[in-house]
């Protein structure tokens, strides 16, 4: 199974075979022609292991990812079978340490998507678990809400009973005010009372003379004893004249 090689820069990591052209370097590494001239423009130097590049000394070189089969009969001709040999030995050599870098990263992004998935997993658990309890949580609200309606229909009937017997009761105090008859008036003792003989006391005006006193005067008398016996009377009972 043929792997494909892309940009040794973590951050590029573009497909080579479909850039066309790369820079390969002396330390086995190949990166695209953007990174390569992004990155020795500022210096000689690997962007991913730091080795110092010669360029006399053929370090960085330009090789075809597409060659074409002009360029596959005449890249080699006129090599000897040691170095042709040697040549290929060397391509695969660095076939395999790409290939074994790029299987590498692949499994760390596996690992870190693994990673994920478990996290993600757990995430979904515990959503999961609040997604329960709120249904959990909703069936209770609702559960509550009937039990409130009921109450509150209840209630309703009670204040409505409450309500009727009220009514009742006020029109049965009205009923019993207008049929019951008034309270009858207390009888004054004055109208009861017998009057003696003793009661008429004779008017005295002077203790040295004895007057036969007058009808007139005598009558008046009386009638000054009654009104003082009365106040005695609505008094107290110990003040009564005898
Ligand atoms: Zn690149
Ligand atoms: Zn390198």
């Known amino acids: 199974m043929d792997v494909d090689i892309h940009c040794n820069v973590i951050k590029c990591r573009r497909k080579l075979s479909v850039e066309g052209q790369a820079c390969v370097t002396s330390c086995s590494h ?22 110092n590049l010669v360029e006399e000394n053929d370090d960085m070189i330009l090789v075809q990812m597409n060659p074409t089969e002009e360029y596959k009969s005449s890249v080699l001709a006129g ?33 870190n998507l693994q990673d994920k998935y478990k996290s993600l997993k757990i995430e979904k658990e ?11 949580e909703k069936s209770k609200s609702q559960q509550l809400y009937q039990q409130l309606q009921e109450k509150s229909k209840q209630f309703q ?3 409505s009973v409450y309500e009727k017997l009220k009514r009742k009761h006020i029109g049965n105090n009205l009923q019993e005010t207008f049929t019951t008859p008034p309270a009858a008036a207390p009888v004054r003792p004055m109208m009861t009372r017998q009057f003696n003989k003793s009661d008429i006391v004779p008017h005295r005006s002077n203790a040295s003379t004895t007057r036969i006193p007058s009808p007139v ?26």
């Open 79 to 111: 090599l000897k079978p040691d170095n042709i040999l040697d040549i290929c030995t060397r391509a695969i050599a660095f076939y395999e340490y790409q290939t074994s870098q790029e299987l590498s990263f692949q499994s760390l992004l596996q690992k």
């Open 126 to 136: 515990k959503h999961q678990d609040l997604v329960n309890e709120c249904e959990s």
């Open 30 to 51: 190949i990166f695209c022609l953007d990174c390569a001239k992004r990155s020795f423009d500022k210096a000689l130097v690997c962007p991913a292991c730091k080795t």
């Open 157 to 159: 009937k009670l204040q």
């Open 217 to 242: 005067k005598s009558i008046y008398s009386v009638r000054s004893h009654h009104r003082r016996f009365y106040s005695s009377a609505d008094s107290t009972t110990s003040n009564r004249v005898p």
